[in-house]
């Protein structure tokens, strides 16, 4: 990366024992040391609530991955299990290639909480050093590093060196960055987010955009939560919804949206009358639904119908197509149709 130098990316590469009970043990200790977390069967439960519900999930190393759910899915637990935070009531999870309880884990990975807290009467630079240190990176290395992410993060110019300044008299995006700086002072190889966005300005959100990508770049892995479907979709390689504590959909964002795609049409036809579009597009056997304006037509298929089909349709009944081309829906579409969240706000999925 441009500023924080020594981003060091080696890791263990010893494999958990996952061989032992329930669901994990069909996993090959191979997967738990490619991953930078694997969850096998996991399971979490408070009282009557169930949390969690038979979690398995796998993020590969060097990648983005995304955390998507409405409130109350089951996000913040599956978090905190990861940091060992709480334990699952059942099942398996490894973190880096050991098994996340093993005592050091936790200081190789980096951590970026929904509710800030920082001491807000310390000086910043204070504060970062003792994040640090916490996680047994020296002062004299920790001021280094410390002095480049301010740099970095615009909160230091010729006007104001706002590490010298106390956490109160920062505004809240400030304060924001200094946290983000804390998650990743110690140069952990995995970093999580909980909604690392929320309260930014546009030029701050880019500038934390462009960090988690440099990330990325360096080997890092990502994992971060959020109810923005937009910056899922532009910054993530996989994610995984979930709903009521269950995996709805876990997978590569090329490969969900290419599975998708193949079900929504956009059609744009000469509008000659005298054809036979109008049975064509009446036709539930091919199409499910048929929406636009003038001559585009923004066709869903009926399930199992080929696009082809519908092609061969329209111009053997005589219509002529000047557009014929599929759609990809968006992340957030993909996201009500798979928990049935209809009237949710665009771009307002929930978080929790």
């Given at each position: 990366m441009a500023a924080?130098?020594?981003?060091?990316?080696?890791?263990r590469r010893t494999a958990p024992?996952?061989?032992?009970?329930?669901?994990?043990?069909?996993?090959?200790?191979?997967?738990?040391?490619?991953?930078?977390?694997?969850?096998?069967?996991?399971?979490?439960?408070y009282e009557r609530h169930v949390a969690v519900d038979g979690l398995s999930l796998t993020v590969p190393r060097g990648t983005v991955y995304g955390l998507l759910g409405p409130n109350g899915a089951g996000k913040t637990t599956t978090i905190r299990m990861i940091l060992n935070i709480i334990a699952p009531d059942e099942g398996e999870i490894a973190v880096l290639g050991r098994p996340v309880a093993t005592s050091d884990v936790t200081d190789r990975v980096g951590y970026l909480p929904e509710e800030?807290?920082?001491?807000?009467?310390?000086?910043?630079?204070?504060?970062?050093?003792?994040?640090?240190?916490?996680?047994?990176v020296p002062a004299r290395v920790a001021d280094g590093r410390i002095?480049?992410?301010?740099?970095?993060?615009?909160?230091?110019?010729?006007?104001?060196?706002?590490?010298?300044?106390?956490?109160?008299?920062?505004?809240?995006?400030m304060q924001q960055k200094v946290q983000?700086?804390?998650?990743?002072?110690?140069?952990?190889?995995?970093?999580?987010?909980?909604?690392?966005?929320?309260?930014?300005?546009?030029?701050?959100?880019?500038?934390?955009?462009?960090?988690?990508?440099?990330?990325?770049?360096?080997?890092?892995t990502v994992i971060f939560s959020t109810h923005l479907m937009e910056n899922a979709e532009r910054m993530c390689d996989a994610v995984c919804i979930i709903s009521n504590g269950i995996k709805v959909l876990d997978g590569a964002v090329a490969d969900v949206k290419a599975e998708y795609g193949n079900q929504r049409?956009?059609?744009?036809?000469?509008?000659?009358?005298?054809?036979?579009?109008?049975?064509?597009?009446?036709d539930p056997?091919?199409?499910?639904?048929?929406?636009?304006?003038?001559?585009?037509?923004?066709?869903?298929?009926?399930?199992?119908?080929?696009?082809?089909?519908?092609?061969?349709?329209?111009?053997g009944e005589g219509a002529s197509v000047e557009r014929f081309e599929l759609v990809r829906?968006?992340?957030?579409?993909i996201f009500l149709d798979k928990v049935g969240a209809a009237g949710i706000e665009r771009g307002m999925s929930g978080h929790g």
């Open positions: 924080p130098t020594n981003m060091h990316t080696t890791a024992d996952l061989a032992a009970g329930g669901r994990a043990g069909s996993t090959d200790p191979r997967d738990a040391a490619d991953a930078a977390v694997l969850i096998r069967g996991v399971a979490k439960r800030r807290g920082l001491y807000k009467k310390m000086q910043v630079r204070q504060v970062l050093r003792f994040l640090a240190e916490l996680k047994g002095d480049a992410w301010l740099e970095r993060l615009g909160l230091v110019s010729e006007a104001k060196d706002w590490g010298n300044a106390k956490v109160d008299e920062l505004s809240r995006g983000f700086i804390g998650a990743l002072v110690h140069e952990p190889e995995l970093v999580i987010l909980d909604e690392p966005f929320s309260g930014l300005d546009p030029i701050n959100a880019q500038a934390l955009k462009d960090t988690v990508v440099e990330l990325r770049g360096s080997g890092r049409v956009a059609v744009v036809l000469d509008g000659r009358a005298g054809t036979g579009e109008p049975a064509v597009l009446a056997s091919v199409v499910r639904t048929s929406s636009g304006h003038g001559r585009l037509r923004e066709i869903e298929l009926a399930p199992g119908a080929d696009p082809q089909t519908l092609l061969r349709r329209l111009v829906p968006s992340l957030h579409e």
